[in-house]
């Protein structure tokens, strides 16, 4: 079975992404590249990472923009095959639409309110809803645009997993085990919780990666202990 921890691979440096990768390849199967890895090393830099064994790709590219040149972006990565490919929910319908159109292989993952954004930020942006109203009309527009999987809040999975069908993913950031640091995370849920809550996946960074600077052992266990929480 697929672990459900997504490893967040937030690092600009290659050596590091693969040290994090050999460290965690026992609880985790799928590593989230962000833009702050793939705008410096591209496709040949995840080319390089699938060097390291047989595991999937979470590309959070967080595509917005008209239809057409959506379209020719997700086109330009189909051949990396990532499981999941990130575009914003806000895109709207025919964005999302001509996305699952490039790459019908392609889990289109949505990604609805940014948890940066607040409801006063909400309204100073025009948008008279709160984030939780705001996440479940943009999951649903996006399900029935095309997406295959969801990321929200973990605040918000719930709710959202009662509108959509079992087989879309709900994918979670913002997750902290009890016993760690927040850092700049505030509306948080143990990984435990998230998954109870709905969540298909939970995508975790800090709370594994900072272990990297004690030992790769260390890391490795870590990692374990997250994954043994949830199951
Ligand atoms: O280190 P941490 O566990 O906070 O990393 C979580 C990952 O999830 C990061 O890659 C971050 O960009 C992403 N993320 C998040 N909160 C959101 C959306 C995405 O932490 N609301």
């Known amino acids: 079975m697929t672990s459900p921890i997504i490893l967040a691979?937030?690092?600009d440096d290659?050596?590091?992404?693969?040290s994090w990768i050999e460290a965690t390849r026992e609880s985790v199967d799928i590593y989230k590249v962000g833009l702050e890895f793939f705008l410096k090393f591209g496709s040949?830099?995840?080319q390089e990472l699938s060097k390291q064994g047989n595991f999937q790709f979470f590309l959070d590219l967080k595509?917005?923009?008209?239809p057409n040149t959506v379209s020719g972006a997700v086109a330009s990565i189909r051949d990396?095959?990532?499981?999941f490919l990130t575009v914003h929910a806000s895109g709207g319908s025919a964005m999302i639409r001509a996305a699952a159109d490039a790459a019908p292989e392609v889990a289109i993952t949505a990604v609805t309110v940014l948890t940066s954004l607040d409801e006063p930020e909400l309204h100073k942006m025009g948008i008279n809803s709160t984030p939780l109203a705001l996440a479940t009309s943009l999951a649903t527009n996006s399900v029935s645009a095309g997406a295959k999987a969801i990321v929200c809040s973990p605040l918000e999975v719930a709710a959202i997993r009662e509108l959509v069908s079992e087989d879309i993913a709900?994918?979670?950031?913002?997750v902290r085990p009890a016993d760690s640091n927040l850092e700049d995370q505030s509306r948080v849920m143990t990984p435990r919780d998230a998954i109870r809550a709905g969540a298909t996946f939970i995508v975790v960074g800090r709370p594994i990666t900072s272990y990297f600077n004690k030992s790769a052992q260390a890391m490795r266990e870590r990692a374990a202990e997250i994954k043994e929480s949830i199951s």
């Not at 595509?63 to 008209?66: A, N, V």
Request: aromatic content about 0%; charged content about 15%; proline content about 8%.
């Open 9 to 11: 691979l937030d690092t």
């Open 14 to 18: 290659l050596a590091t992404a693969i």
């Open 44 to 46: 040949a830099g995840l």
């Open 63 to 66: 595509l917005h923009d008209i």
């Open 80 to 83: 990396l095959k990532p499981r």
């Open 170 to 174: 709900l994918i979670t950031p913002g």
